[in-house]
């Protein structure tokens, strides 16, 4: 036995003398607790410690400790460090220590108390305090687990560094390397994570306070931690682990959150004033005037809703693990939407794969959802957190695939959930496969110049080595992406989608042509240019009527917007073409700024309906002179709208063999290229394609 009962961990980096009021505040709760005939010593663990700082430790006088023990190391790791210490350390409890705070002077003592009184159980003693001092003032008062819960525990970390645990379980649940990489941080955090799970009880210890000093510089900021983003993962986060851990615990003891007003029981109290003096007395910053405007906050104060949320998501997909995790805004009913869709269930069908989908954007209530495929799992973040808790969607979503979808796929449009889980954890994804779905980039019009607004561009540049393949709807994008960033060369897929069958024949009519424009009411479709080629056509005495199908979807939109258009008929919204009542007289019209390779236009060409519009994007890939009626593009609205109501005549004078033949070649054009039949065969060919490049990067790498 070495006689020694606490062991003091001081991690020890470039604080030079500001370690000075650490050690002899640490000298002052030693001599307190050998009052108590409790010997503690000091084991200093000088992680790549500057010269300055090593001087300091090796002149300075210990005299007064049980025992010194100074440990010059490298390993430039906060928790490798502390495991260090603990490893060398004799004692048979550890007090973790901090280079630039201070401690009560009741502090060894009153932990190794509350210890003592727990000899049977397995316990982590904590401060009821933390004062902080310097560049920032306020008073944080913690509560012990059974007040707090394992909700606020899953959101965020209710305690601190600062604790006292028995070395030999220290040994057995010890820190983790949380120094390099962006997307970890907070050893703290974690080892606490890991001990509850390990059976421990976190408790506070009444009247004891850590004096934190803020300050420029500190080893948190040295280490760069200000750029980490989560905990790690540990086994408290693993589905069944999680939910079993809830129910071991009484939920009814946790305290709600609210806001405990204790500003006058700590200032006012004569016993917490006294340390507070014995501590300026070694630190003159440390005084209760600054405490005027203080923030005082308790770690009951937290909310509980990510915890929350995340316990109904371990309900939900409990004891499922996925293959395949995609990443969409929401479920509205878009072309992408539906590329997407058709993806997935085709590679349920035709792969046996499990597959999750996750939705991070909020979604009116009122607008149109797609159906969701059988076999499909969905998770609308957006709905299962609380709207204040939406910011952490991103985190809550790498929670989920890191428990419940460790080693899938991941397959992403671009949309601002997808902007923020890039931007904040792209790192994550560096060591998983990744397949990107590029429709379109976004275009908009300024003194009849169209612009590229590039934000997509920027996301496919960004992040060009995390994104293992690039899947689109239609070649011309993928060559422009393989020109302008040649990093993609040779991992790009087209994969031209189907169409679902549309069983409603066309209706015999024998009244005039008409004209059908049916699509998302929002500006990438331009109900504006429809609204100029509505007024075009009755100033040049065109008798036929457009029938307009659609709702908004991203924008705001009033059908009055066609009110002074008497040729116009709004007809509200619509659930695919199939739900339109098509004639033999009709075509179908559309209008839009930019584009991929539009469902809609993939429906009205099964359905062989002839079409008029515009070249944007892909749609020269499906539809061409002689299987349409091609409008060539213009940034000049004038002479689009010109160009459209040339189409829209050379349809009206058309014979009906004319159309038929366009029909024709334009059904079988369709049935070549997006024949439902074979679709199964080229997503499996994308899949084949995709382990082949992983493969290929993994060599390169080894």
Known sequence: MSGIDVSLVLNVHREQDLLYPTLRSLLD???????????????????????RTLTLLKNYDYTGFDAVRLENIEVRSLGLAR??????AVGEYIVTADADDLVSRNFIYELYQLHQASQNKKIVAFPEY???????????????????????MAGEHPYVSRFMARRADLLNVPYRDCSSGTVYAYE??????RLICAGFDLLVAPDTIVFYRQRNGSIMASLGRDQKRMVPNSAFFEGNEFLKLLEQRDQETVLPQIHIDFKKSYTKSFYLRELIHQANLIEPEIHPYSLRDAQFFTNVGISQAFGQAYEKICKVIQGKHYTDVFFLPFLSKGGGEKYVLNFIETAIKEG???????????????KERYQIPDGLDVLDLYEILDAHDAVRIPEMA????????????????????????????????????????????????????????????????DYRNYIDYVVSDHSLNLKQLEYRIPAYQGRTETLYTYSQPVSHPLQHSDGPRRLIWASRLDAQKRPDLLHKISVELLAENIATKIYVYGSPVLDQFEPEYFDDCPNVVYKGGFSGLGSIPF??????????LFDGLPNVLLEAAQMQIPIITVDVGGVPELIQDKSGFLVHGSADDAELVARYVAKVKEFLNASEAEIQNKVHCLHQHFEQQHAQSIYGLRVAAVYAR?????????????
């Open 29 to 51: 709760t030693v001599q307190h607790a050998q009052l108590h005939e409790i010997k503690s010593e000091l084991v200093i663990v000088a992680d790549y410690a500057d010269e």
């Open 83 to 88: 495991n260090y210490g603990i490893e060398v």
């Open 130 to 152: 933390y004062h902080s001092f310097g560049d920032g003032s306020y008073v944080c008062k913690f509560y012990s687990l059974d007040r707090v819960g394992l909700y606020r």
């Open 188 to 193: 703290d955090y974690d080892i606490n994570l």
């Open 352 to 366: 046996n794969r499990s597959c999750l989908l996750i939705l991070g954007q909020q979604l009116c209530h009122s």
């Open 398 to 461: 790498i929670r989920v695939i890191e428990n419940f979808a460790g080693n899938a796929r991941i397959f992403m449009k671009f949309c601002p959930f997808c902007e923020v889980v890039m931007k904040a954890y792209a790192e994550f994804f560096k060591s998983r496969p990744l397949v990107y779905f590029y429709f379109c980039s976004s275009y908009y019009i300024m003194d009849s110049v169209i612009y590229e607004d590039g934000a997509e561009y920027r996301f496919l540049s």
């Open 583 to 592: 004639t033999n007289k009709d075509a179908f019209l559309y209008t839009s």
């Open 690 to 702: 995709l382990e082949e490049q992983l493969a290929k990067g993994n060599a390169l790498n080894g």
